[in-house]
C-alpha cells in the first residue's frame, strides 16, 4: 500500500497561480502511474493529470491543457500539480492517486490503487 500526502492549496484570484503536491510513502516502488483528480460540489471526481513515474510521460485533460504543469522528484517520492492561469472553475478539492498498473486508463478514477485525502483549492473571480 501507498500512503499519500498532499500539500499546497489555498484561495487564488483569477489569472493567478498555485502549486499542490503530493508526497508518497510505503510501497513506492510499486508506483506506476500518478495522477490528480478533482471534486467540486455537487459534481463528479475528474480527471486532471497524470504522469509515469519512471518514464515521466505526461497526460492532461483537455479542461487543464497548456495551463497546468504536472511533475515528478522521484527522489522524494513527489508529485507536483503547477497551476497557472486559474479560473473560477478550477475550484475544487484536488485528489492525488497512485496506481500500480502500468496498464491503467489514466482518466478513470477506479483504476487507481490509492488516494491523498485532498486539498482545497478556491479561484475567486
Known amino acids: 500500500q501507498v500512503q499519500l500526502v498532499e500539500s499546497g492549496g489555498g484561495l487564488v484570484q483569477a489569472g493567478g497561480s498555485l502549486s499542490v503536491s503530493c508526497a508518497a510513502s510505503?510501497?513506492?516502488?510499486?508506483?506506476?502511474?500518478m495522477a490528480w483528480f478533482r471534486q467540486a460540489p455537487g459534481k463528479e471526481r475528474e480527471f486532471v493529470a497524470a504522469?509515469?513515474?519512471?518514464?515521466?510521460?505526461?497526460y492532461y485533460a483537455d479542461s487543464v491543457k497548456g495551463r497546468f504543469t504536472i511533475s515528478r522528484d522521484n527522489a522524494k517520492n513527489t508529485v507536483y500539480l503547477q497551476m497557472n492561469s486559474l479560473k473560477p472553475e478550477d475550484t475544487a478539492v484536488y485528489y492525488c492517486?497512485?496506481?500500480?498498473?502500468?496498464?491503467?486508463?489514466?482518466?478513470?478514477?477506479?483504476?487507481?490503487?490509492?488516494w491523498g485525502q485532498g486539498t482545497q483549492v478556491t479561484v475567486s473571480s
Open positions: 492517486a497512485a496506481s500500480r498498473d502500468p496498464l491503467i486508463v489514466y482518466g478513470l478514477a477506479k483504476g487507481y490503487d490509492d
Open positions: 510505503g510501497r513506492t516502488f510499486s508506483i506506476q502511474v
Open positions: 504522469i509515469r513515474w519512471f518514464r515521466g510521460s505526461t
